[in-house]
C-alpha cells in the first residue's frame, strides 16, 4: 500500500520515545531546563505533554479514539513506559486497519483542511521534536545517551568516525521487560579519547 511507510515509521518513532524516556532515572522526572520564568517542561511534563498530545491528535484529527486514559493512573516513569507503550501499540494497530482511501481523505487540521497522512507526518515530527528536547535534557544531566537515529559520542563517536549505532533495546517489548527488571540496556563502548565531537575534518 502507498502508505505502508507511514505505519512503519509510526512503528519506530514510539520506538525511539520508549527509548528515550528509557535512558532517564526516576529521580529525573522533576527537572526542568533552568530559568527563572520557568517557561520549560520538565521531564515529566514532557512525558505528559507527548501521552496528551498524540491522544488529542489521533482522536480529532484522524478519529482514532481508543477510549483509554491517555496518562498512568502512578505516574512513575515505569507506567509512563508501560502506558505510552501500550497505547502506541493499540495506535499502530489502527493505523494498519485503514484503507488507502482514509489516508487521502480530508481532516481537520486545527483551523486548515489536510489530508491525513500529511497530518500522520505532522504528528510525527512534532514527536520527535520532543523527543530532541529531551535528548538535550539528557546531555545536560549527564547521562549516558544511546543511538536514536545514528552514533553518539558515549557509542564511539560520531558517523565519521564510523561508530556503531547502539540501541539500548532491540523492540520495544524488550525494553519494557528489561526496565521492570531493574535496566537491562546494551553496553555502550564509551568515549573515545583520541575523537573530536564535530564532522570537521
Keep these: 500500500m502507498t502508505f505502508d511507510f507511514l505505519i512503519e515509521t509510526y512503528a519506530t518513532e514510539r520506538e525511539k520515545v520508549l527509548s528515550v524516556w528509557s535512558q532517564f532515572c526516576d529521580e529525573d522526572l522533576a527537572w526542568r531546563p533552568p530559568d527563572p520564568q520557568r517557561r520549560g517542561r520538565s521531564v ?12 488529542l491528535w489521533f482522536k480529532n484529527m484522524l478519529g482514532i479514539d481508543l477510549a483509554l486514559a491517555p496518562l498512568p493512573a502512578n505516574e512513575t516513569r515505569l507506567e ?11 495506535r ?9 482511501a482514509w489516508w487521502t481523505g480530508e481532516t481537520n487540521f486545527f483551523e486548515v483542511q489536510r489530508s ?16 530532541g528536547q529531551l535528548s538535550a535534557y539528557l546531555r545536560v544531566l549527564s547521562r549516558d545517551v ?3 537515529y545514528g552514533p553518539t559520542s558515549d557509542t564511539g563517536g560520531l ?15 524488550g525494553l519494557l521487560r528489561g526496565e521492570e527488571s531493574g535496566g537491562a540496556k546494551r553496553p555502550l563502548p564509551g568515549i573515545p579519547k583520541d575523537k573530536n565531537y ?3 575534518p
Design 44 to 55: 515529566l511534563e514532557q512525558f505528559v505533554h507527548q501521552c496528551v498530545s498524540e491522544d
Design 159 to 173: 558517523m565519521i568516525n564510523k561508530a556503531p549505532v547502539v540501541y539500548p533495546y532491540n523492540s520495544a517489548e
Design 146 to 148: 544511546w543511538s536514536t
Design 92 to 100: 499502530l494497530q489502527r493505523l494498519r486497519e485503514q484503507p488507502e
Design 198 to 200: 564535530t564532522e570537521r
Design 80 to 90: 509512563f513506559l508501560r502506558v505510552y507503550a501500550d497505547r502506541s501499540e493499540k
Design 116 to 131: 491525513r497522512a500529511w497530518v500522520m507526518v505532522r504528528r510525527m515530527t512534532h514527536t520527535s521534536h520532543h523527543r
